[in-house]
Structure formats: structure tokens, C-alpha cells
């Protein structure tokens, strides 16, 4: 039988079609739900109005927010290492990256419990005979909806400060990867977080996304996944007048100039686009290296590719995992014949690996493309799969106009020793995060937002609790005599 949903404080069987979490290693079913069906979606909102409007949760102080959200950072620590192997099971990364991502989700708790109970209202120059206040209340009920690909970050990073910021919260995780979200729910309400105050909803994102965006009383939308998805979103938000939070695809590029630390560089370029298998929105999946180290830079890179460990996501070891899917693959699989239908030559990789058990489960070797250029189907899509296509560039101006070329604006790695160069580049590059000397560096502490086609509105950092909540100005009236207009 189905395991049971969290559905506005009861965990439940959902109405709604089964959604099964399958082990991309090999095939395996890690765990079945009973998904949402829209009336659970009904049910969940309707709970979620009411403990979001119950003075228990809504005036609590912050300092007491702030404790639960400490107590669900220790309680993820507690079971940091159960909670780690789930997210394994839910979508086959390799387990020192999702031990990884768990120890990150609880840092996101304790470092949005601390921006709740260390954020201050602000009283504002007054022009009168009053005192004047900028304030900020709750959005209400956030809807939040979570990509496959990092689920207890993901999840984590919208349900720490929509729960900070005094809302509650549907949780809607991928369809690939439900048990994470539902454990988080669990940890939530076991912390002490008031029953109703998270639902956690798993189902298809054309039936029960939609239903949790569209439904009246669900005031905010905050949405990982891919662009397309994101622009529908967006349009069924704007007829609501909803807030929304879109982190949408990329094709972000990585830029290796004459003067890099060339073992640097390799290693960074590797991290940056065969970590995850590939399946990062922050992915280096465009890399531009100087014309002059073009050839030694790509046979380096493509020698410490072939070294890569690739396999089994329960050893420590493993660098690479599969994919998520056999569809995925296949996609995967699509982009690389087309890339040597454009005339793109295959430097490493470009197949299934063999042997050691690869066969049953979604592996794809680690690809380097060469011989192409920006304007082909591979450096313009985001393939979300563990493929590079090398690129060489003449100059700063050439660089930046290739670089730029791109609908998406997520993220750019950049490898020089001229730390003035690095600026001048770096502020020229449309994107929402750049690196320099490093790749795929994350804090809590600091904003995360795309540019483009790669979204709007920021996570993370102290603003990302702001950007749950709705601001509100008061004026207090410090007249001795009434207003005089009315005289
Ligand atoms: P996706 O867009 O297919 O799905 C994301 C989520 O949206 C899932 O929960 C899905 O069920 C739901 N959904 C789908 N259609 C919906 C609809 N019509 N209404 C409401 N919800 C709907 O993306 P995916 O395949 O799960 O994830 C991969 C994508 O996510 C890639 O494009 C990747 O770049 C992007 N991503 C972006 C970031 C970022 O921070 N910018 C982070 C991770 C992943």
C-alpha cells in the first residue's frame, strides 16, 4: 500500500494518482505515496488559511519562530545521516553529495531562524507630525514548488524562510523525488511547528501545481524547476496579482583565460559541470578557453575526465551517479546526436558507460564536445545532463559577446590571475552569480537569483526572508490639535 501525504496536519492517503520514487542506480522502487488529488489540495489550503491566521503562529515572537527553526536544523542533524541515504534512494546522487546537501538544509534553518529573530522593522524619516514605520507582515499561504535535483536543499531553502517569515506552506516536491519533502514535513511537525502550517503535496505538476497556484487563498508562489514551467507559472500568477519566486534553467559559462592556474581551472571546470551528473541549473556546460591554451587546456581537461569515478551512489567514493531516468537519458542521448549532426566532435564520453552494474540502472558517461560553436543547439539549450561543450574565444570582446549570447543569465565561473581583468569581465557578464577562481560555491548567506530567461526575484541571504513577506507603512499621528483641513 502507498504511503500516506501530509495534507493539512494529518498524514493521509492523497486522492490522487501514485507517485513513485525509483532509484536511478538501478531501477529499483525506493518508496510509493498516495498523491494529492485537487480536492487534498483544497483540504491542505483550507487547513493551511487557518493555522496561518490562528495568533498561536501568527503573533508569535520571532525569538520563539526562530527556536523551532532551530529545533527542525538539530533534528536534520540528528538524522543527518537517515536523511542523506533517503536522498540518495529518492534520485541516485552520490552519497557525499547529498551528506552534502542535508548538512546545507539544516543550515538553512538555523540561518533563516537567525534572520527572523535578528530582522528589524524600520522607523522612516518622518515630513510631519507623525512617526512613520516600514514594517512587514507574512504573505499568508506560500506555495512551494521544488525540482528533483537537490530536494532537501531545495526544499529546505523555500520552507526555512517562508516558515520565518510567519506564512505557511504546501510543498509540492518532483515527481521523481517525494520522500525527502514528505520527511521534512515530518521533521517540521515533530519540531513543534503547528499542525496545518506545512502540507507537504506530492503530485503531477500539470494537475496539482496547478491547482495550488490557482487556488484562491495561496498568496505567494515560490518555484525551482525549468524555464518553461516557470513562464506558466508566471502567466497563471499575474491573473492572481501573486508575488512570485521563479529559479528557472541555465547554460552558464566557464571561462579559462591564458593566465589561469591551469590545475585549478581543470578541476574547477570538472566540478562545475560533471558534479551532479550534470543536473545543476548551475551547470559549467559552456566552456570558453583562451584560443592561445585552446588544445593543451582541452587535453588536460580531457585526461582528468577519464579519471572520473563514476558509479554506485552508495560508495563514498563516487564522484558521478546516474541520471535521474531512462527518458532523461534519452534526452540526454538526443542532444549529443544532434551535436554531431551540427558537426560537434565527441573529445571523451558521448555514450552509456559498461559493465560494474551500469546497466541497470540510468548512467551516462561524462562528455566533452568540441567543434562546434555558441550558436548550436548544445551551447544553447540546457541539456541538465553531464555534457561540455569547449568553445575558444579571441579576446575580452569576443568572450563577452559569446558569453552573453545565451537566453539564460544564471551563474559564470571565470579562471584568470589578473584580478583586474576578472572585474572588468565579471561585470560584464549577464548573470546572477559569478566566480572567480572557484565554481558551484554556495552560502545561505548570500543572494541567489537568475538573470533572463533564468528567472527573477532572489533566495537566500537576509532579504530572501523579506521576499516571503508583504511590506506595510505605519503613521502614527503625533498632532496636539486636529487636523486643520477639516476645520
Ligand atoms: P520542472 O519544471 O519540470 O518541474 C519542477 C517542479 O514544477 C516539479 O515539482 C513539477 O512537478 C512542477 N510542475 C511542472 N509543471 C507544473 C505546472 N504547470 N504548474 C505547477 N507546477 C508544475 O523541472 P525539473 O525537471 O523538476 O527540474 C529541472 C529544471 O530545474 C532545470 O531546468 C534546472 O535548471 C532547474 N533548476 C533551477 C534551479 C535554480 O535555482 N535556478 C535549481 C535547480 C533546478
Redesign the pocket.
Known amino acids: 500500500m502507498a504511503d500516506p501525504i501530509l495534507i493539512g496536519g494529518d498524514w493521509k492517503a492523497g486522492q490522487g494518482d501514485v507517485v513513485t520514487s525509483i532509484y536511478p542506480a538501478d531501477g529499483s522502487v525506493s518508496g510509493e505515496v498516495a498523491g494529492a488529488s485537487p480536492d487534498d489540495v483544497n483540504a491542505a489550503v483550507a487547513a493551511a488559511v487557518k493555522a496561518q491566521a490562528d495568533p498561536g503562529w501568527r503573533d508569535m515572537l520571532p525569538h520563539m519562530r526562530a527556536a523551532l527553526l532551530y529545533r527542525v536544523a538539530d533534528i536534520i542533524q540528528e538524522r543527518h545521516e537517515a536523511l542523506a541515504q533517503l536522498q540518495r534512494r529518492d534520485n541516485g546522487k552520490p552519497i557525499m553529495e547529498t551528506r552534502a546537501l542535508v548538512a546545507s538544509a539544516a543550515g538553512t534553518f538555523r540561518y533563516f531562524g537567525a534572520a527572523c529573530e535578528t530582522a528589524e522593522d524600520e522607523v522612516t524619516p518622518s515630513r510631519g507630525p507623525y512617526l512613520s514605520m516600514s514594517t512587514w507582515e507574512p504573505a499568508g499561504v506560500v506555495a512551494a514548488?521544488?525540482?528533483?535535483?537537490?530536494p532537501v536543499a531545495?526544499d529546505a531553502q523555500k520552507l526555512a524562510p517562508a516558515l520565518a517569515a510567519g506564512n505557511a506552506v504546501i510543498l509540492?516536491?518532483?515527481?521523481h523525488t517525494p520522500l525527502v519533502a514528505l520527511e521534512l514535513g515530518r521533521i517540521c511537525l515533530e519540531a513543534g511547528i503547528p499542525p496545518g502550517i506545512v502540507s507537504v503535496l506530492p503530485g503531477?505538476?500539470?494537475v496539482i501545481?496547478?491547482a495550488i497556484?490557482q487556488h484562491p487563498d495561496v498568496r505567494m508562489v515560490s518555484?525551482?524547476?525549468?524555464?518553461t514551467?516557470g513562464k506558466?507559472?508566471a502567466h497563471m500568477a499575474a491573473d492572481k496579482l501573486m508575488p512570485t519566486i521563479l529559479?528557472?534553467?541555465?547554460k552558464s559559462p566557464t571561462i579559462v583565460f591564458d593566465d589561469a592556474e591551469i590545475d585549478h581551472a581543470v578541476n574547477g571546470v570538472i566540478f562545475g559541470i560533471f558534479s551532479s551528473a550534470g543536473q545543476s541549473?548551475i551547470a559549467g556546460s559552456r566552456l570558453f578557453v583562451d584560443r592561445a591554451i585552446y588544445d593543451d587546456f582541452l587535453e588536460a581537461l580531457v585526461a582528468k575526465t577519464r579519471t572520473l569515478r563514476v558509479g554506485d551512489p552508495e560508495d563514498d567514493r563516487t564522484q558521478m551517479g546516474p541520471q535521474i531516468s531512462a527518458a532523461h537519458r534519452e534526452s540526454i542521448e538526443a542532444y549529443v546526436a544532434r551535436a554531431d549532426s551540427e558537426g560537434g566532435k565527441v573529445l571523451v564520453g558521448g555514450a552509456r558507460p559498461s559493465g560494474n552494474g551500469f546497466e541497470q540502472g540510468f548512467y551516462y558517461a561524462p562528455t566533452v564536445i568540441d567543434g562546434l560553436t555558441n550558436a548550436s543547439t548544445v551551447a544553447q539549450e540546457?541539456i541538465?545532463g553531464p555534457v561540455v561543450v569547449a568553445l575558444p574565444f579571441d579576446g575580452e570582446d569576443d568572450l563577452i559577446a559569446q558569453a552573453n549570447d545565451s537566453v539564460y543569465g544564471?551563474a559564470c565561473g571565470l579562471w584568470t590571475r589578473d584580478y583586474r581583468r576578472a572585474w572588468r569581465v565579471g561585470r560584464r557578464i549577464q548573470s546572477g552569480t559569478m566566480w572567480v577562481n572557484t565554481y558551484k560555491q554556495f552560502s545561505i548567506s548570500t543572494p541567489?537569483a537568475?538573470w533572463k530567461d533564468?528567472?527573477w526575484g532572489a533566495e537566500k541571504g537576509r532579504l530572501g526572508l523579506r521576499n516571503y513577506m508583504r511590506q506595510k507603512s505605519f503613521y502614527w499621528g503625533l498632532n496636539d490639535t486636529p487636523i486643520p483641513w477639516a476645520d
Not at 509540492?172 to 515527481?175: F, L, N, S, T, V
Not at 518555484?223 to 524555464?227: A, C, L, V
Open positions: 514548488i521544488t525540482p528533483w535535483n537537490s531545495s509540492k516536491p518532483a515527481g503531477a505538476g500539470s501545481g496547478n497556484i518555484f525551482t524547476g525549468g524555464t514551467t506558466a507559472i529559479e528557472l534553467g541555465g541549473c540546457e541538465f544564471l541567489f537568475g533564468s528567472g
